[in-house]
T-cell receptor
Framework: DAGVTQSPTHLIKTRGQQVTLRCSPK?????VSWYQQALGQGPQFIFQ???????QRGNFPDRFSGHQFPNYSSELNVNALLLGDSALYLC????????????FGNGTRLTVT | QKEVEQDPGPLSVPEGAIVSLNCTYS??????FMWYRQYSRKGPELLMY????GNKEDGRFTAQVDKSSKYISLFIRDSQPSDSATYLC??????????FGAGTILRVKS
C-alpha cells in the first residue's frame, strides 16, 4: 500500500520564477494538506484541500496557491519565488473520519537561488 | 511567544537509556496531541496520537498529556541507535492545521 508520494524530490529555481509541486495521497485518503518546513524548524501549515476546494489556510501570502483533482491528488504552486521560499515542502493526507491523523510524504526540497 | 515550545537539543544518550522529550503549549483550545519522528531527508512519521490527558503506551513509546499544565511528553524505553532522529510534537485544535514544535534532535550512542 503506497503512502503519500511527492514529486519531484528536489528542485532548484531562480528568484522570480514559478514552481509546481505534486502530491498523491495515501490510498483511501481524500483530504490533502501542504506544509512548509524551513531548515531546523517544524513544519508550518500552508493550506488544506477537500472535495477540490481550499478549506483552511495558514498564514501564507497569495503567491502560494493549490489545486486538488477529482482523484484526490494535489498541486502546490508558488509564484514569484523568493530566497526565503527555500524549504522542504511536505504533503500530508488523511481519510474522512473526524480528526483522523495526518500521514506525511517525504517532501520536495526546493532551493531558490 | 510561540504557541508550541520544544527544546531543539541535541539530546545525546547511551544505548538502552530512557529518553524523555517534552513540549509546552499556550493555546488551551488544542485538543489532539501527536508525536512524529523525522529521519534525515524524510517526512515526519506518526508515532503517537492522543486526545485526552493521561498516558498512552505503544511498545517502547509512552505519550503523556497534562492539559492542566499545557505540557506533553514522549518517553522512549530501551533506546536504540535506530531511534536517532528529530522528534516533533504537534497539536491540533480542529481541521488539518497542525501546530508543530521546532523538533528535538535525539542521538543514541551505541
Amino acid at each position: 500500500d503506497a503512502g503519500v508520494t511527492q514529486s519531484p524530490t528536489h528542485l532548484i529555481k531562480t528568484r522570480g520564477q514559478q514552481v509546481t509541486l505534486r502530491c498523491s495521497p495515501k490510498s483511501g485518503h481524500d483530504t490533502v494538506s501542504w506544509y512548509q518546513q524551513a531548515l531546523g524548524q517544524g513544519p508550518q501549515f500552508i493550506f488544506q484541500y477537500y472535495e477540490e476546494e481550499e478549506r483552511q489556510r495558514g498564514n501564507f501570502p497569495d503567491r502560494f496557491s493549490g489545486h486538488q483533482f477529482p482523484n484526490y491528488s494535489s498541486e502546490l504552486n508558488v509564484n514569484a519565488l523568493l530566497l526565503g521560499d527555500s524549504a522542504l515542502y511536505l504533503c500530508a493526507s488523511r481519510d474522512g473520519q473526524f480528526n483522523s491523523p495526518l500521514h506525511f510524504g517525504n517532501g520536495t526540497r526546493l532551493t531558490v537561488t | 511567544q510561540k504557541e508550541v515550545e520544544q527544546d531543539p537539543g541535541p539530546l545525546s544518550v547511551p544505548e538502552g537509556a530512557i529518553v524523555s522529550l517534552n513540549c509546552t503549549y499556550s493555546n488551551s483550545a488544542f485538543q489532539y496531541f501527536m508525536w512524529y519522528r523525522q529521519y534525515s531527508r524524510k517526512g515526519p512519521e506518526l508515532l503517537m496520537y492522543t486526545y485526552s490527558s493521561g498516558n498512552k503506551e505503544d511498545g517502547r513509546f509512552t505519550a503523556q498529556v497534562d492539559k492542566s499544565s499545557k505540557y506533553i511528553s514522549l518517553f522512549i524505553r530501551d533506546s536504540q541507535p535506530s531511534d536517532s532522529a528529530t522528534y516533533l510534537c504537534a497539536m491540533l485544535e480542529y481541521g488539518n492545521k497542525l501546530v508543530f514544535g521546532a523538533g528535538t534532535i535525539l542521538r543514541v550512542k551505541s
